[in-house]
């Protein structure tokens, strides 16, 4: 049973690109969060999407990002015109149920050069 | 007031010692909690969760859970150097928006000294 898969791993943008996050959740889990960490800081929410539905994107800049959770594929997280300050880590975590234990992918790091 | 609020550290403790680590939460209506932990550089790794009040033991790690003082502890015994990691603390919250929605503190970095 494989785990949360997100990818790129690793991305480089620079200035003005656009930088897109791919995360597949577990097999049966129908609930994804991503989280932004910068260096020696903690988890930021961002966004709770279930299958089609945001469900609270109030962590989320509402200019310059977007999140989805398609019926079919990986949910996507869409940063436009980069910035240097959006260089972070972004994790994807998902979860069986709406209450439920969050299960993270690796991680993608993202720098904005 | 921060939606969970966590002693950043470090917290320092001898190897075979108790590591006690906080974490309080400003939603009085939360159901779930839990504990990550975080080894630098990598992605947060379930430790435990709790649902109801008192304590929850998994190994030589005891969760403990006060809904009235809206407070979460997690307890290491015999703490190893392997321990040295940061330590989540996460809530399930019920926003005014509707939903839920799962909050981390901003961590307790433990260290182990062997």
């Known amino acids: 049973n494989a785990g949360v898969m997100q990818n790129p791993r690793h991305l480089v943008r620079r200035r003005g690109q656009e930088a897109r996050l791919r995360c597949s959740p577990m097999k049966g889990h129908s609930h994804v969060y991503w989280y932004r960490q910068l260096p020696e800081e903690g988890l930021k929410f961002m966004v709770y999407l279930q299958k089609e539905n945001i469900i609270d994107e109030s962590g989320m800049p509402k200019e310059r990002f977007s999140a989805e959770f398609p019926k079919e594929g990986p949910s996507i997280l869409r940063i436009q015109q980069v910035v240097r300050g959006d260089s972070a880590a972004y994790f994807c975590?998902?979860?069986?149920?709406?209450?439920?234990?969050?299960?993270f992918g690796e991680g993608s790091r993202l720098t904005v050069l | 007031q921060k939606e969970v609020e966590q002693n950043s550290g470090p917290l320092s403790v001898p190897e075979g010692a108790i590591a006690s680590l906080n974490c309080t939460y400003s939603d009085r209506g939360s159901q779930s909690f839990f504990w990550y932990r975080q080894y630098s550089g990598k992605s947060p790794e379930l430790i435990m969760s709790?649902?109801?009040?008192g304590d929850k033991e998994d190994g030589r790690f005891t969760a403990q859970l006060n809904k009235a003082s809206q407070y979460v502890s997690l307890l290491i015994r015999d703490s190893q150097p392997s321990d040295s990691a940061t330590y989540l603390c996460?809530?399930?919250?019920?926003?005014?928006?509707?939903?839920?929605?799962?909050?981390f503190g901003a961590g307790t970095r433990l260290f182990v000294k062997a």
């Open positions: 996460a809530v399930n919250m019920n926003p005014p928006t509707g939903g839920f929605k799962t909050i």
């Open positions: 709790i649902y109801s009040n």
């Open positions: 975590a998902s979860s069986p149920h709406p209450t439920g234990e969050l299960f």
